[in-house]
């Protein structure tokens, strides 16, 4: 994986040496060697050297934590990607738990009214919801509701924070995070709610004709410890995996909504980078969402375990 | 001229109405009139909107319902219309392609009516066809607008920008061109390469998982292997990044581009399925009879997948627009216009968003493009019960 984005990377065209070598030789006149001299120093990474070498260097210092420097700021990548992804776990996390706790909610209630207008208006929401792309959504927010009709002060609400507040665990500081937050967790919640509805509600349909909802039914608990305790905890099962799942695709799945509400998490960066071509945080942008993804899986399979003891009691049966 | 993405052309309604002649001299020999003069509007419609690429097929999906209108299997006294003195077990060539044009025109026609039942798919069928007319249709009444005209500029303005007026429904854009031209052009190049995208990542994942399943062993082993290489890297920053380093020359390298990166799940998933069909009691039953690979694949095999894989088709064109869009959208691929992708990134560049004369230059495109996935969406309900017909006895 790491091989294959240093490979991937460092074989794009335009790389941003020759760039600047172009634009110093445009700009002030120097000569090749001179312009090259100069841009070497300036960037503090020699492109003529074999990529061999240059690999080697960089899976030996990975191995030690240090992912090199920016080609542009030369600031070191593991800062910038220490800066960049809590912005990104804390929007898109954040975005993701609210979809997934109202999508069960509702899927539940839709499977367990099932037939109702309740349940054919949801339907048809969450058919519409999972049908349009999620930046058309997010443009539309803007257009809509920030500049027509002015309903959300859409100009404050772009970047991470105000700028100029102190960052701290107080209640202005926290209040200013979610309000920026909002357009971004806003538009992941309204575009996945749909998904995890109708996920739900199938999972639900499947649960309530198992036996033991019936047996319940028939000692006669009430609705509520129906819901909660018997159909709900049942029905939760696969999406708890595809939750999962899902968490490994967050640093991925936010390019372009962060770029559109110039939210500085991940995406926007990887996406900035890569217009640049900065190799390295290219590099470490791709590293963490590898890394991500890996663990979820991992994740997915341990709480799988974990909530069913079905699967535990049948390992042990096996061993 | 490459299929459906070509616009409306005289010559091409020519080809068109002389290959419905074939359909209604069909028709007219065994006098039914009614699905022969169809038939000939069918041909001629289709020829106009692609020519010989339009007109040759509808030929031969018209010929097959006019003749299953008329036709009398012999060989089956019991449910056709054949006399007892007409039943004959022979059958020539001749009479073999009518039975099976026929079946096909039966077919052809459920899987019509099954179109026209369910709600939210005829919607989404509808909303499709739209797209459909405005892309090959459309340019024909509206013309390209593609150069900057200062002249447009309004004497109180400072940009060329305009809100919708009688004169331009949609208004105009950052350099003064009518909007609504570049809606109906600009949605061509990006269904066609989000179609082709689509049908290329359907055709990977099946023959990759067919031969997966069927040989087994190493091939295999190596396929899923790789599937789950591509499956752990995010696809969209992927697709970002090998979209910058490579420059495209045409929409097919970014169609194959995407289908390389996007073929593992539904590979998967046909696997999956392969593997379970072959163990079921007809497949069985047909290998024990030895009935030869090609019938159990395309007689057996192929129809209990083909509704699945036709509704995964819809799905990856849908992840495609969204995957071109967005790569346009963040100025990853060269900009071509028209293209409604385009049209949001220059739009927004240019300010587009904040102000309300000047939003339709976005907001046309993004409402295009939202459409056009929802009507995708709710078109694979019908196309679940055409190419399954199991679903359609249940209403």
């Known amino acids: 994986m790491t091989t294959f984005t240093f490979i991937l990377i460092r074989q794009m065209p335009g790389n941003p040496f020759s760039i600047k070598v172009e634009q110093l030789m445009r700009e002030q006149n120097l000569t090749v060697e001179e312009a090259t001299n100069r841009a070497g120093a300036l960037f503090d990474f020699d492109p003529n050297r074999p990529l061999l070498e240059q690999y080697t260097e960089y899976m030996g ?93 859409f100009a404050q609400m772009l970047g991470g924070s105000t700028p100029g507040i102190e960052p701290g665990f107080r209640l ?34 499947s649960t309530l004709g198992e036996d033991y909802i019936t047996v319940a039914r028939a000692r006669g608990l009430s609705q509520r410890r129906l ?93 | 001229m490459i299929g459906f993405a070509t616009i409306a052309t005289v010559p091409g309604l020519l080809i068109g109405m002389v290959c419905g002649l074939i359909p209604l001299g069909i028709a007219l020999y065994y006098r039914q009139l009614r699905p022969g003069l169809l038939g000939w509007l069918a041909c001629a419609f289709s020829g106009f909107a692609c020519g010989f690429l339009g007109g040759v097929p509808m030929i031969v999906l018209t010929t097959a319902v006019v003749i299953s209108y008329a036709y009398v299997n012999k060989q089956d006294p ?28 039966n077919s052809v026609r459920a899987g019509l009516v099954a179109l026209l039942r369910n709600k939210a798919g005829f919607i989404g069928f509808l909303g ?101 290489f591509i499956l752990t890297i995010p696809q969209f920053p992927l697709l970002l990044v090998l979209a910058s380093v490579l420059t495209f020359e045409s929409n097919v390298a970014l169609a194959l581009l995407f289908a390389l990166l996007s073929w593992p799940t539904l590979m998967r998933a046909v696997r999956a399925q392969v593997l379970s069909l072959r163990e079921r009691d007809y497949v069985e039953a047909a290998i024990a009879l030895d009935l030869g690979l090609w019938h159990i694949t395309l007689r057996e095999v192929l129809p209990n997948m083909i509704s699945y894989i036709v509704v995964n088709m819809i799905f990856s064109i849908r992840v495609a627009m969204y995957s071109i869009v967005g790569l346009v959208f963040l ?26 004369i000047s939003v339709w230059m976005v907001l046309a495109p993004v409402l295009a493009i939202a459409l056009f996935q929802l009507s995708l969406v709710m078109f694979t309900r019908s196309l679940e019960e055409v190419f399954n017909p199991r679903l359609r006895s249940g209403l």
């Open chain 1, 227 to 319: 819901l909660t305790a018997y159909i709900g905890r049942n029905a939760m099962l696969p999406l708890v995996t595809r939750l999962a799942i899902s968490v490994g695709f967050i640093v991925g799945g936010a390019v372009i909504i962060e770029t559109l509400y110039q939210y500085p998490g991940l995406g926007r960066n990887l996406a900035t980078a890569i217009l640049v071509r900065d190799y390295t945080v290219m590099q470490g942008i791709f590293l963490v969402i590898a890394i991500s993804v890996v663990f979820s899986n991992i994740l997915a399979d341990l709480l799988f375990g974990l909530l069913d003891p079905r699967v535990r009691l049948g390992k042990e049966d096996a061993s």
């Open chain 1, 61 to 153: 210092k990975l191995l030690r934590g240090d992912l090199g420097k920016s080609i542009i700021s030369s600031e070191p990548v593991m800062n910038m990607l220490l800066r960049f992804l809590p912005w990104t776990l804390f929007s898109v996390g954040l975005g993701l738990l609210i979809s997934f706790g109202l999508g069960i909610l509702i899927g539940m209630l839709m499977a367990y009214w099932r037939g109702s207008l309740f349940d054919n208006v949801m339907t048809a929401f969450a058919s519409v919801m999972y049908g349009i792309p999620d930046y058309v959504i997010a443009l539309l927010l803007i257009i809509v509701a920030g500049v027509q009709l002015r309903i959300l002060p």
């Open chain 2, 128 to 228: 499709v066809l739209f797209f459909f007319l405005m892309s090959v249709f459309g340019p024909l009444l509206i013309p390209y607008d593609g150069r900057p005209h200062p002249d447009r500029r309004l004497p109180e303005s400072r940009t060329l920008f305009q809100a919708p007026s009688a004169q331009f429904p949609l208004g105009l854009d950052w350099q003064g061109r009518d909007i609504l031209s570049h809606v109906v052009h600009g949605g061509q190049g990006l269904i066609l390469t989000a179609g082709l995208a689509g049908v290329l990542t359907t055709i990977i994942a099946v023959v990759l998982g067919a031969l997966a399943a069927l040989l087994g062993g190493v091939v295999d082993q190596v396929f899923s292997a790789f599937s789950n």
């Open chain 1, 172 to 205: 202005d500081y926290i209040l200013d995070l979610l309000f920026h937050a909002f357009l971004p967790v806003f538009t992941y919640v309204i575009t996945s709610l749909g998904g995890w509805m109708l996920t739900m509600k199938s999972s639900t349909m």
């Open chain 2, 78 to 105: 019991f449910t056709s219309r054949a006399a007892l003195a007409e039943v004959n077990f022979e059958e020539t060539r001749l009479e073999l392609l009518l039975r099976l044009l026929a079946g096909l025109g």
């Open chain 2, 331 to 356: 100025g990853m691929v060269p900009l071509r216009e028209p293209d409604w992708g385009v049209m949001i990134f220059v739009g927004r560049q240019q300010g587009a968003l904040s102000n309300s």
